[in-house]
């Protein structure tokens, strides 16, 4: 027991001085919407239903900084820029960025001066099946049934409309929310139905309060994507994400890992951790970047336990298929041919949950960030309670059995005095 | 005392040549080998109506473990409000198992008390089983109350009608067979309900799971039907051999004085303790188990069962065995420690490893079944013969209150903290049985080392003093 509990506290302590988890914090610019976008600019002025949505913040921490870029043109996408520099400023062209003319995209979006390291993450597709034999698994479904009717719905991101980001962002808390407006032609007529991208930035090292409580630190955004009564094509419709991570420098792998601790989502023994390593083999060792989340999203808006479900992820495969029309192709532009492109599918049930029309509602949380994924550690409550736990008896043990030996000597000391038995049986 | 039957002969001996009574005439089918309550064929009839007498509450009792997951997503619960299923079985019997006696010997007889408690194990079940189909909570919960007033006092009355017909040398392995029956009852239990409620969600596609959930309970509920047949076919075999036999009824002969309790010593608090302090940590443990190996382990439903229904059915087989064992060898207190040990090891091996579960529950089982050979004779040790019944009594009391109570907190933990920190709960607790039997040793060690004697200087120590109240009794 000893033992166990003395490698845990190893652990735990080799946790904080763990150097590459930032345990410094970035303060935060206030969240532009647009920036530069103004109304002479023709599609940035008026209300249109379907606005050009940017998100910038510029998390900035002792050593460098890291530029936040969120947006739902072409596709949902999360851009991120490390750099030394503290002059380096994010540069859009809206008018090449919203033309028509997709070339035209090409390069709309900088960073001046080049930043060091950057990354993005683009959800390309959504993706609806039909789960008539119940295994949750996307690779499991024929493209057609027996009776040659489709069995998938696949929606590409660069269809949907988007409300105005400020309308359900805010901007002090670093939050962009980025939700699908009323209009969308991929839904049926029903007011309620809505997909939601809410993105937020942290300065410091903490955790989320709701289910799954996963932790975030100062180089990482909080990502919940949210399908929230989007009315089902089939009676056992099951959904999935397509996703696309790129990097300038990099190398792709997805990997989980299960721990012992369950203690901020309970039940959950795993974390997934989609890693873009550096590739140049320069020492130290340069951060990459990351995507992690838990297997696990929740059915109900409350995200209680009993209606939470798995989440499922497929191998990664690079690609050279390019997001088009998104921010990354916007950005990256003419490097998209040297950049490192990695792509998976996350699918979202289980078999025997009831399929996604139970409530037709799922939320799904994951991490992206700069640098080492976080890692949960056992918390001090739990380290407590053991070494008090299986101290207290060990030291009871140790005092008794001191007790007994004093006690035997004695007994002897006596019998040596007297000369006979001290002890005779006893009458009654 | 010239007459007490001699242990040797069986108890409703034949041959009784001093009777002059007119001994009944058994024509018939009445007088056939089965039939005949002085024969031993009849006798082990009787004995299998018996075990199965409290088969169907063992069986039910644990349904909910079985059930958890479908349970927890048909009746959209917390996991919190599942234990108290568990919960509403033990609160009736914090105070119940003080009257089990009474309501036995001076109320409804042993006969019509079995079939009464039969009754209510039954219409539990039923209670709880309309309350799932009608998805009430509150029904379910009403239906594991009435259940449980019936559960443990069936128990009672099945030790009871064991001491009346089968007295004397093979008492112990009746109470053996009697135990290990319903131990298989439970494990039955694990392995065919999820099986039980898939063929039947399979034959309504569409219904709604609670309907589902509701009928397969129905269907346990029939066990608690076979056991009330057992339970009426039971009193009128009874009735019978009372007539042909004209044997007393069978009577607890405990009495409970609550007065007695200022006379317990010490060492009796502390065996409470142990007691409630180790048992939670067992069977609120495999309430929860289902879902605890699916989610760790990675187990399907009926792996995750089957392995959370391994410390029953390993008990079954090495409580008789252990029992013996220690029985021969004496050193009470240390089997007791050597139990709490052990199980400590298991549940930390639960908690911070991956180490295949098998082995942990397995080991769990064998010292589970240590423990409680070990443990429930120390009372007997501690307290005069007269204040037993309420010595007995106190202590399933204690165990029931810590059972309900713990049952909820358990499941609050799952809910708020997860597993890791449920386990580290049960740890807890096991530190807690283990520093009680440590301060047991050394309080007993301080009065003369009574609990913890080898049989044999126990057996040396009682033949002395029966000799020297003997030689007491001589004139001088």
Same mark, same amino acid.
């Given at each position: 027991?000893?033992?166990?509990?003395?490698?845990?506290?190893?652990?735990?302590?080799?946790?904080?001085?763990?150097?590459?988890?930032?345990?410094?914090?970035?303060?935060?610019?206030?969240?532009?919407?647009?920036?530069?976008?103004?109304?002479?600019?023709?599609?940035?002025?008026?209300?249109?239903?379907?606005?050009?949505?940017?998100?910038?913040?510029?998390?900035?921490?002792?050593?460098?900084?890291?530029?936040?870029?969120?947006?739902?043109?072409?596709?949902?996408?999360?851009?991120?820029?490390?750099?030394?520099?503290?002059?380096?400023?994010?540069?859009?062209?809206?008018?090449?960025?919203?033309?028509?003319?997709?070339?035209?995209?090409?390069?709309?979006?900088?960073?001046?001066?080049?930043?060091?390291?950057?990354?993005?993450?683009?959800?390309?597709?959504?993706?609806?099946?039909?789960?008539?034999?119940?295994?949750?698994?996307?690779?499991?479904?024929?493209?057609?049934?027996?009776?040659?009717?489709?069995?998938?719905?696949?929606?590409?991101?660069?269809?949907?409309?988007?409300?105005?980001?400020?309308?359900?962002?805010?901007?002090?808390?670093?939050?962009?929310?980025?939700?699908?407006?009323?209009?969308?032609?991929? *839904?049926?007529?029903?007011?309620?139905?809505?997909?939601?991208?809410?993105?937020?930035?942290?300065?410091?090292?903490?955790?989320?309060?709701?289910?799954?409580?996963?932790?975030?630190?100062?180089?990482?955004?909080?990502?919940?994507?949210?399908?929230?009564?989007?009315?089902?094509?089939?009676?056992?419709?099951?959904?999935?994400?397509?996703?696309?991570?790129?990097?300038?420098?990099?190398?792709?792998?997805?990997?989980?890992?299960?721990?012992?601790?369950?203690?901020?989502?309970?039940?959950?023994?795993?974390? =997934?951790?989609?890693?873009?390593?550096?590739?140049?083999?320069?020492?130290?060792?340069?951060?990459?970047? *990351?995507?992690?989340?838990?297997?696990?999203?929740?059915?109900?808006?409350?995200?209680?336990?009993?209606?939470?479900?798995?989440?499922?992820?497929?191998?990664?495969?690079?690609?050279?298929?390019?997001?088009?029309?998104?921010?990354?192709?916007?950005?990256?532009?003419?490097?998209?041919?040297?950049?490192?492109?990695?792509?998976?599918?996350?699918?979202?049930?289980?078999?025997?949950?009831?399929?996604?029309?139970?409530?037709?509602?799922?939320?799904?949380?994951? =991490?992206?960030?700069?640098?080492?994924?976080?890692?949960?550690?056992?918390?001090?409550?739990?380290?407590?309670?053991?070494?008090?736990?299986?101290?207290?008896? =060990?030291?009871?043990?140790?005092?008794?059995?001191?007790?007994?030996?004093?006690?035997?000597?004695?007994?002897?000391?006596?019998?040596?005095?007297?000369?006979?038995?001290?002890?005779?049986?006893?009458?009654? | 005392?010239?007459?007490?039957?001699?242990?040797?002969?069986?108890?409703?001996?034949?041959?009784?040549?001093?009777?002059?009574?007119?001994?009944?005439?058994?024509?018939?089918?009445?007088?056939?080998?089965?039939?005949?309550?002085?024969?031993?064929?009849?006798?082990?009839?009787?004995? +299998?109506?018996?075990?199965?007498?409290?088969?169907?509450?063992?069986?039910?009792?644990?349904?909910?473990?079985?059930?958890?997951?479908?349970?927890?997503?048909?009746?959209?619960?917390?996991?919190?409000?599942?234990?108290?299923?568990?919960?509403?079985?033990?609160?009736?019997?914090?105070?119940?198992?003080?009257?089990?006696?009474?309501?036995?010997?001076?109320?409804?007889?042993?006969?019509?008390?079995?079939? +009464?408690?039969?009754?209510?194990?039954?219409?539990?079940?039923?209670?709880?089983?309309?309350?799932?189909?009608?998805?009430?909570?509150?029904?379910?919960?009403?239906?594991?109350?009435?259940?449980?007033?019936?559960?443990?006092?069936?128990?009672?009355? &099945?030790?009871?009608?064991?001491?009346?017909?089968?007295?004397?040398?093979?008492?112990?392995?009746?109470?053996?067979?009697?135990?290990?029956?319903?131990?298989?009852?439970?494990?039955?239990?694990?392995?065919?309900?999820?099986?039980?409620?898939?063929?039947?969600?399979?034959?309504?596609?569409?219904?709604?799971?609670?309907?589902?959930?509701?009928?397969?309970?129905?269907?346990?509920?029939?066990?608690?039907?076979?056991?009330?047949?057992?339970?009426?076919?039971?009193?009128?075999?009874?009735?019978?051999?009372?007539?042909?036999?004209?044997?007393?009824?069978?009577?607890?002969?405990?009495?409970?004085?609550?007065?007695?309790?200022?006379?317990?010593?010490?060492?009796?608090?502390?065996?409470?303790?142990?007691?409630?302090?180790?048992?939670?940590?067992?069977?609120?443990?495999?309430?929860?188990?289902?879902?605890?190996?699916? &989610?760790?382990?990675?187990?399907?439903?009926?792996?995750?069962?089957?392995?959370?229904?391994?410390?029953?059915?390993?008990?079954?087989?090495?409580?008789?065995?252990?029992?013996?064992?220690?029985?021969?060898?004496?050193?009470?207190?240390?089997?007791?420690?050597?139990?709490?040990?052990?199980?400590?090891?298991?549940?930390?091996?639960?908690?911070?490893?991956? +180490?295949?579960?098998?082995?942990?529950?397995?080991?769990?089982?064998?010292?589970?079944?240590?423990?409680?050979?070990?443990?429930?004779?120390?009372?007997?040790?501690?307290?005069?013969?007269?204040?037993?019944?309420?010595?007995?009594?106190?202590?399933?009391?204690?165990?029931?209150?810590?059972?309900?109570?713990?049952?909820?907190?358990?499941?609050?933990?799952?809910?708020?903290?997860?597993?890791?920190?449920?386990?580290?709960?049960?740890?807890?607790?096991?530190?807690?049985?283990?520093?009680?039997?440590?301060?047991?040793?050394?309080?007993?060690?301080? &009065?003369?080392?009574?609990?913890?004697?080898?049989?044999?200087?126990?057996?040396?120590?009682?033949?002395?003093?029966?000799?020297?109240?003997?030689?007491?009794?001589?004139?001088?």
């Amino acid at each position: 027991m000893e033992t166990v509990h003395f490698l845990i506290f190893i652990q735990f302590l080799a946790s904080l001085v763990q150097g590459d988890v930032p345990v410094f914090n970035r303060t935060l610019s206030v969240m532009e919407f647009n920036p530069g976008c103004n109304a002479s600019i023709s599609p940035c002025k008026g209300n249109t239903m379907d606005t050009p949505n940017i998100a910038y913040t510029v998390a900035k921490g002792p050593k460098d900084s890291l530029h936040y870029v969120f947006s739902s043109i072409g596709a949902p996408t999360i851009l991120v820029a490390k750099t030394t520099k503290t002059n380096m400023k994010l540069k859009v062209n809206w008018t090449k960025l919203l033309s028509d003319n997709v070339t035209d995209m090409k390069n709309s979006v900088q960073f001046s001066p080049t930043p060091d390291y950057s990354f993005a993450v683009v959800f390309t597709k959504l993706y609806e099946y039909n789960d008539t034999d119940d295994h949750a698994n996307i690779t499991q479904v024929p493209l057609l049934d027996k009776l040659n009717m489709s069995q998938w719905v696949v929606r590409d991101f660069k269809n949907f409309t988007w409300e105005d980001l400020s309308l359900n962002s805010d901007a002090k808390q670093n939050r962009a929310v980025f939700k699908t407006s009323m209009i969308n032609v991929p *839904f049926k007529n029903n007011t309620n139905s809505s997909v939601s991208f809410s993105m937020q930035v942290f300065g410091t090292d903490n955790r989320e309060t709701i289910f799954p409580q996963l932790k975030y630190t100062a180089n990482s955004t909080l990502i919940d994507l949210e399908l929230n009564e989007v009315t089902p094509s089939f009676l056992q419709s099951r959904y999935a994400v397509e996703m696309v991570f790129l990097s300038g420098d990099g190398k792709a792998g997805i990997k989980e890992s299960r721990s012992i601790d369950d203690e901020y989502t309970p039940g959950v023994f795993k974390t =997934v951790d989609w890693k873009m390593d550096r590739h140049t083999s320069k020492q130290p060792q340069e951060l990459g970047s *990351f995507v992690q989340w838990k297997p696990v999203c929740y059915l109900t808006p409350d995200r209680d336990r009993q209606n939470d479900t798995k989440v499922k992820y497929y191998p990664s495969v690079n690609t050279t298929v390019v997001p088009q029309k998104s921010l990354a192709y916007a950005y990256y532009g003419d490097q998209l041919p040297t950049v490192v492109m990695s792509a998976t599918n996350v699918s979202f049930g289980l078999e025997k949950d009831k399929f996604y029309n139970k409530f037709n509602y799922t939320v799904w949380t994951s =991490v992206i960030g700069y640098g080492t994924p976080p890692a949960d550690e056992i918390s001090v409550l739990v380290i407590v309670v053991i070494i008090a736990g299986l101290g207290t008896p =060990v030291l009871v043990i140790v005092v008794g059995g001191i007790y007994v030996c004093v006690k035997k000597k004695t007994k002897l000391k006596v019998k040596a005095d007297f000369g006979a038995e001290s002890s005779y049986s006893a009458i009654n | 005392m010239a007459d007490l039957p001699d242990e040797k002969e069986p108890l409703l001996g034949d041959g009784n040549v001093q009777t002059l009574d007119e001994e009944e005439e058994l024509t018939g089918c009445g007088g056939t080998l089965a039939c005949d309550p002085r024969r031993w064929l009849h006798r082990f009839l009787v004995l +299998i109506l018996m075990c199965f007498l409290s088969f169907g509450s063992y069986f039910c009792y644990d349904n909910p473990a079985a059930l958890q997951d479908t349970m927890v997503s048909d009746l959209q619960i917390t996991t919190s409000q599942f234990m108290s299923f568990y919960a509403w079985y033990s609160w009736p019997n914090v105070i119940l198992c003080f009257f089990g006696g009474f309501l036995i010997d001076r109320v409804f007889g042993i006969r019509l008390g079995a079939i +009464i408690f039969s009754l209510f194990v039954t219409g539990g079940q039923v209670i709880f089983a309309l309350g799932a189909m009608t998805n009430k909570f509150w029904l379910m919960d009403v239906g594991r109350f009435v259940f449980g007033l019936g559960g443990e006092s069936l128990a009672v009355a &099945q030790n009871t009608y064991a001491v009346n017909w089968f007295k004397g040398r093979e008492l112990n392995m009746v109470f053996g067979l009697q135990l290990s029956f319903s131990r298989v009852g439970s494990t039955v239990n694990m392995n065919i309900m999820q099986p039980i409620y898939n063929l039947v969600d399979s034959h309504m596609p569409g219904s709604e799971g609670y309907t589902v959930l509701g009928i397969v309970l129905f269907l346990g509920a029939g066990t608690c039907i076979f056991s009330l047949v057992c339970a009426l076919y039971l009193a009128y075999l009874d009735k019978r051999a009372k007539r042909i036999l004209k044997k007393d009824d069978g009577k607890v002969g405990e009495v409970i004085r609550l007065k007695d309790l200022k006379d317990f010593p010490l060492t009796m608090w502390l065996i409470c303790i142990i007691c409630v302090a180790y048992y939670v940590t067992v069977f609120p443990f495999i309430g929860l188990g289902l879902v605890f190996f699916e &989610q760790k382990f990675d187990y399907d439903p009926s792996a995750a069962n089957a392995v959370n229904s391994l410390v029953y059915i390993i008990s079954a087989g090495a409580s008789p065995l252990f029992g013996f064992v220690i029985d021969k060898t004496g050193n009470n207190i240390f089997w007791v420690m050597l139990g709490t040990i052990v199980t400590l090891g298991c549940h930390a091996m639960l908690a911070f490893t991956f +180490i295949n579960p098998y082995v942990s529950m397995s080991i769990m089982g064998l010292a589970y079944s240590v423990l409680a050979s070990a443990l429930w004779p120390l009372v007997a040790l501690v307290v005069p013969e007269h204040q037993l019944g309420t010595a007995y009594g106190i202590m399933q009391s204690i165990q029931n209150l810590g059972l309900a109570v713990v049952a909820i907190v358990a499941g609050s933990i799952v809910d708020a903290k997860g597993y890791l920190l449920l386990e580290v709960f049960f740890l807890a607790w096991l530190c807690v049985a283990l520093i009680a039997c440590v301060l047991l040793y050394l309080v007993d060690v301080s &009065q003369g080392g009574k609990l913890n004697m080898s049989s044999k200087r126990r057996t040396l120590l009682e033949k002395s003093h029966e000799k020297s109240t003997e030689e007491e009794k001589k004139p001088l």
